[in-house]
């Protein structure tokens, strides 16, 4: 009777569950907005599917549903207005529209865009808007989701070229956008996890996000022409992929509160020391490689051991030093992880006028590789946390100026060593570093720009063992590195603001291993 008692209850509650579900109660994803599937041919402007419809020049969707989209539209628009989901396939797409958006995401439950494997896409827009709701070429008020595997060129005139109110993520395909301000701009998260985006911004970020970027693979090149390369104003993420940024200030920032320019025409041009370097090709590098430049363009070279084993410990190997007040970790921790940057994987390399990378929060380096080319101004360093920098594993090669570096405070098992020469060193001067018993290069780098520091932290530089520098092939100077920093040469008094040497590791570990007088580079 018991057991009969139990069944008739849980087919009681079972059936009540259903019918609230029914009822709408509880909210449930509906795919039904899947089996309204449309054609829009921009060269007849002809157009099927339920809640499709042209009007003039525009395309106004107020259906959910799934579009492909095809042909040409000259100085026009589809725009998207409806409470359901809504897909719009790109199959050979080319849409320009001098007044404001090309593709507008007004309204959406979820706004789709997918890129037709073997298609090219081009979107472009103008450079003024006669709407105020919109301000780039693709623009979503709700979240946007990218994917395909085909190409999509966007032309950014006005001020972006893919921007979202919500959420933005990339799954894949391949992405070209030159910009006026910022490439892709998320209020919320910016995602990638695939996919090849190319993205040549004239005055602002290459990527930008007020929440948070989260990196997860892809390839991504970035060239900022007066502005940061990827910027979070919350915290930044990465996983894994290949990025390269080239930027005429920081390659990566969190928490910098500065927006650019608003509109053509707002914005101050700041002066730059040369025109910008050529950007590196995207592929995927093996052992820590910088990235190929484009043929006929200087080698930038740079070759560590891949090794992203997470280490156990916390023992610091930097702290601040003089002129450091305010960074090295002298921060609280709600502060700190609001504008993290974690880095777990990937490999970067970033060649920077500014600093590298620049968290206004802390910094940790769980692995992969990362390399930073600059900056050559000694008011800034390749790396650059306000809430200091914690190394649990990766590699990090640096070759910059003097005035500004902030060591990581390293785990157990992972070394540092800095170099300081005696004179900036030209770009295109190779420096490697070698063991000293068996030949074995552990690294290698061609810097772009002059350098006056090299910063090399591996868990391949082992305590206790000897080492070689080389410079363009003819040995240098040979070390034996000690547990923590290894330190050759001194940084002098040229550092920032002219007071003290300018360091934020610490310079005591491995200072015998200076040379009493540090040979000049001819």
């Not at 370097?277 to 990235?291: A, C, F, L, Y």
Request: overall charge negative.
């Amino acid at each position: 009777m018991k057991m009969f008692t139990k069944k008739i209850f849980a087919a009681l509650l079972a059936a009540a569950v259903s019918s609230v579900i029914t009822s709408g109660c509880f909210a449930v994803d509906s795919d039904e907005w899947k089996n309204n599937i449309g054609e829009i041919n921009l060269d007849s402007m002809k157009v099927t599917g339920s809640g499709v419809a042209v009007d003039g020049n525009i395309i106004k969707i107020t259906d959910g549903g799934d579009f492909n989209v095809s042909g040409t539209l000259a100085d026009g628009m589809i725009y998207v207005n409806s409470d359901e989901k809504v897909k719009l396939r790109l199959s050979g797409a080319s849409i320009s529209n001098s007044a404001g958006p090309a593709i507008f995401f007004d309204n959406a439950e979820k706004a789709f865009i997918t890129i037709t494997e073997g298609t090219e896409n081009y979107l472009s827009d103008g450079k003024t808007y006669s709407t105020e709701d919109a301000d780039s070429v693709l623009f979503s008020n709700d979240d946007l989701e990218i994917k395909g595997d085909g190409i999509l060129n966007i032309t950014g005139n006005y001020q972006h070229g893919i921007a979202g109110d919500d959420d933005v993520s990339i799954e894949n395909g391949i992405i070209n956008i030159n910009s006026y301000e910022h490439g892709i701009k998320a209020n919320d998260t910016l995602s990638v996890s695939g996919g090849e985006i190319t993205v040549t911004s004239e005055t602002g970020k290459g990527m930008k996000a007020d929440l948070e970027v989260i990196i997860d693979d892809g390839t991504i090149n970035i060239t900022s022409k007066q502005s940061e390369g990827i910027e979070s104003k919350g915290t930044l993420t990465i996983n894994g992929g290949d990025i390269n940024v080239i930027s005429a200030d920081d390659g990566i920032n969190t928490g910098n509160e500065s927006t650019g320019a608003e509109k053509p025409g707002d914005f101050e041009p700041r002066e730059n020391n040369g025109e910008m370097p050529d950007m590196p090709n995207g592929g995927r590098h093996m052992r820590g490689d910088m990235p190929m430049p484009p043929e006929g363009s200087a080698r930038p070279d740079a070759k560590v051991p891949q090794n992203r084993e997470m280490a156990r410990g916390d023992r610091m190997n930097g702290r601040m030093a003089p002129g450091g007040m305010g960074r090295g970790g002298m921060m609280d921790e709600e502060t700190a992880a609001a504008h993290a940057i974690t880095i777990n994987g990937g490999n970067i390399h970033i060649s920077a006028e500014g600093d590298g990378i620049d968290s206004n929060g802390g910094m940790t380096i769980n692995g992969g590789t990362i390399i930073v080319d600059g900056p050559t101004g000694n008011g800034n360093g390749p790396l650059d946390s306000e809430g200091g920098i914690t190394m649990n594993g990766g590699t990090v090669i640096t070759a910059s100026s003097a005035g500004m570096l902030q060591l990581p405070a390293a785990a157990d098992g992972i070394n540092i060593m800095q170099v300081f020469f005696d004179g900036e060193q030209a770009a295109g001067t190779t420096v490697s570093v070698k063991e000293a018993s068996s030949g074995t290069e552990l690294m290698t780098m061609t810097p772009t720009k002059n350098f006056r520091a090299i910063v090399f932290a591996s868990r391949e530089l082992k305590s206790g063992t000897d080492y070689t520098i080389y410079i363009n092939g003819n040995e240098y100077e040979s070390f034996t590195v000690s547990a923590g920093t290894t330190t050759i040469g001194t940084a002098g008094f040229d550092g920032f603001g002219g007071r003290g040497n300018g360091l934020r590791g610490n310079p005591a570990n491995g200072m015998e291993n200076r040379p009493a007088d540090l040979k000049s580079v001819g």
